[in-house]
Every structure is written in C-alpha cells, then in structure tokens.
C-alpha cells in the first residue's frame, strides 16, 4: 500500500531559526496536504498542493510539491513560538477521497 | 457552525468492556472518516463512509472493532470487547469533497482501557 515518510521525527530550534520537514512517497500523489497539531489538540488543515512543482506561501510557511509528484516540503521561515505543534503531510493517491498521514515532525521552538 | 462535535472527550474503561465514541460531522458533508492516533503507529484511518454508506473498513483492526452512521449527522465507533491495546486518540474527521479536500478534524476521544 502507499507509504508517507517524514523528516525528521522532531526537531528543537531557536526562536528566530528556520524550520524545514520533508515527506516522501513510495507511490505518485495526486495531492497532498499539510496539517498541523498542537500538543493535546487535532490535526489542523494548513494548504492542499495539487500541481507539480507547486509552490505555495502562507505567511512565513513555504510548501512546495516535488516535480514527480513523490515529495514535498513546508519550510518554516524565522520560527516562532506559535509554530510550535506536530506537522502532518497526508498524500492522496488516485481520487482524493482518502489520505495517507506521515507519522509527522514535532517542532519545537525555544525562546 | 461548531465544527466536527466527538463524544466523549475521554473514556477510562476497564478491559472486556464494550467502548461506543461518537461523531457529529459538519452539516453537509458528504465524507466522514474514524482515525486512530498512537506514538507507535501514528495517524491510521480506520474507516470512512460517503453519504453515510461505508466505503472502505480496511483500516478496521479486527471484528471487535465496528462503525455505523446510521443518518448524515451521526456515527459511531463501538469496540466491544475492549482490550489495553486499544488506548489511543480516536479522531472523527469529515469534508465535503464536491469543493475541497480538506479534512475536517474533531477534538477527539481519549480512550484508555485498563
């Protein structure tokens, strides 16, 4: 079956530093989406990437999709406190009903 | 609208006895999914339904575990008998894919089986 793979498992940075998770696919996405939980809460919908090559900006969350379709990004530029939380890539393969989570990249951001 | 509503919030049951969580979706949507989350194995779709018919329940452990949404405003996750391998975070999660493909998440069922 189709497996999501993130990098890295956790990863502890300054407040100020730049952040960045990595997810790969073993099949071809026809989507993917990236989530974010806070500790003790749920998984939040951040962007959906559909094209290849995609780019996407929110703020200073940059989310790139790979040009086979396989991986993406979400780079996190001068982290803050608040970005602090688990963040989830999920892959969607033929049709879009389901979604496929990676096991997530725990932040966490020290002031 | 109040969001994805789960009931209960958490759930203390001793091991053998039949667990029941529930999940109101967001009105009007179409797609409504039961995940589970452990350190271990991280976030599993256990099952999902389309216009309340389930659609696919491979993700299902075993045949304690069963799901129902008996109308589009209603399901349920039983696991009956429970056993101490079971304690996770059970999440309901439903969208309305005609517009988009974000999933919606609730807060969640913290089940803990002793």
């Known amino acids: 079956g189709q497996q999501v793979m993130q990098i890295p498992q956790y990863q502890h940075v300054q407040e100020g530093e730049d952040f960045t998770t990595y997810c790969n696919s073993s099949t071809t996405l026809s989507n993917i989406q990236w989530y974010k939980q806070r500790p003790g809460g749920h998984p939040v919908f951040l962007i959906q990437l559909v094209k290849s090559g995609e780019v996407k900006k929110q703020k200073r969350l940059t989310f790139q999709f790979g040009e086979a379709k396989k991986n993406s990004s979400l780079h996190i530029t001068a982290t803050q406190t608040t970005d602090v939380g688990t963040y989830f890539c999920?892959?969607?393969?033929?049709?879009?009903?389901?979604?496929?989570f990676g096991k997530g990249t725990m932040l966490l951001v020290s002031p | 609208d109040a969001g994805v509503i789960q009931s209960p919030r958490h759930e203390v049951t001793e091991m053998g006895q039949e667990v029941t969580l529930r999940c109101k979706p967001i009105?009007?949507?179409?797609?409504l999914f039961w995940y589970r989350q452990t350190m271990m194995r991280g976030l599993e779709l256990l099952i999902y339904?389309?216009?309340?018919?389930?659609?696919?329940d491979s993700g299902m452990p075993e045949d304690r575990f069963s799901a129902k949404m008996p109308n589009a405003s209603f399901s349920t996750l039983k696991i009956q008998p429970s056993e101490p391998r079971d304690s996770a975070v059970y999440f309901c999660a439903s969208s309305y894919q005609r517009t988009s493909y974000e999933q919606y998440f609730g807060p969640g069922t913290r089940l803990t089986v002793t």
């Open positions: 009105s009007g949507h179409d797609y």
């Open positions: 339904f389309n216009n309340n018919v389930p659609i696919d």
């Open positions: 999920a892959g969607s393969g033929s049709g879009y009903s389901t979604l496929t």
